[in-house]
Structures are given as structure tokens and as C-alpha cells.
């Protein structure tokens, strides 16, 4: 079992930026490969960004290629997220998620476990 807390969530101006945090705890973090989804109202959940195990590859979704950043720290069991220039369409709830394999994938239900989320609100 792996247990996963968001932080760093907030209310942030169109152009700023926000640093998401992802703390795990129980089973060996460097096992899974861990990545961050998004859920705004009325809309599906979507993949955001990925890292794999290593932190040697990463994935974003293109409509946040440049902007965000992913990244690990396998030493204190946390991986980040890093957004700039942040716009309205960003908003939503940030989820932090661990897949027991060694493959990214975009598809939510192929990951095994997931945080409460963190609301992330970009004013205009």
C-alpha cells in the first residue's frame, strides 16, 4: 500500500507560478513510477505529467509542455510539480498518482494509487 499527500495548491494570478509537492509513504517509493492528473468541473480526468522510476524520462500533456516541470526525489519519497505561466484553463484539482510499474501511461485507471488532490485556481 502507498499513501500519497498533495500540497502547495492555491489561488494564483494568470502568469504566476505554484510548486506542487506529492509525499509518499509505505512501500518503496522508487518502485513506482508516479505522475500528476487533473480534474477541472464537468470534465474527465486527465493526464498532466509523468516521471519514471529513475526520474530519467519525463511526460507532459502538450498543453502544458514549456510550462510545467515533473520531477522526483527518491531520497525523500516526493515528487513535484512545477508550474509557470500559469492560465485560467489550468485550473482544477491537481492529483498525485503511483503506478506499480515501470511505464508511464495516460490513462488514469492504469494507476494504482492516488492522493486526495489539491485545488489549484488561476484568476484571469
Known amino acids: 500500500q502507498v499513501q500519497l499527500v498533495e500540497s502547495g495548491g492555491g489561488l494564483v494570478q494568470a502568469g504566476g507560478s505554484l510548486r506542487l509537492s506529492c509525499a509518499a509513504s509505505?512501500?518503496?517509493?522508487?518502485?513506482?513510477?508516479m505522475g500528476w492528473f487533473r480534474q477541472a468541473p464537468g470534465k474527465e480526468r486527465e493526464f498532466v505529467a509523468g516521471?519514471?522510476?529513475?526520474?530519467?524520462?519525463?511526460y507532459y500533456v502538450d498543453s502544458v509542455k514549456g510550462r510545467f516541470t515533473i520531477s522526483r526525489d527518491n531520497a525523500k519519497n516526493t515528487v513535484f510539480l512545477q508550474m509557470n505561466s500559469l492560465k485560467p484553463e489550468d485550473t482544477a484539482v491537481y492529483y498525485c498518482?503511483?503506478?506499480?510499474?515501470?511505464?508511464?501511461?495516460?490513462?488514469?485507471?492504469?494507476?494504482?494509487?492516488w492522493g486526495q488532490g489539491t485545488q489549484v485556481t488561476v484568476s484571469s
Open positions: 498518482a503511483a503506478r506499480g510499474a515501470a511505464i508511464v501511461v495516460l490513462t488514469p485507471r492504469a494507476w494504482d494509487y
Open positions: 509505505g512501500r518503496t517509493f522508487s518502485s513506482y513510477a
Open positions: 516521471v519514471t522510476r529513475s526520474g530519467l524520462s519525463t
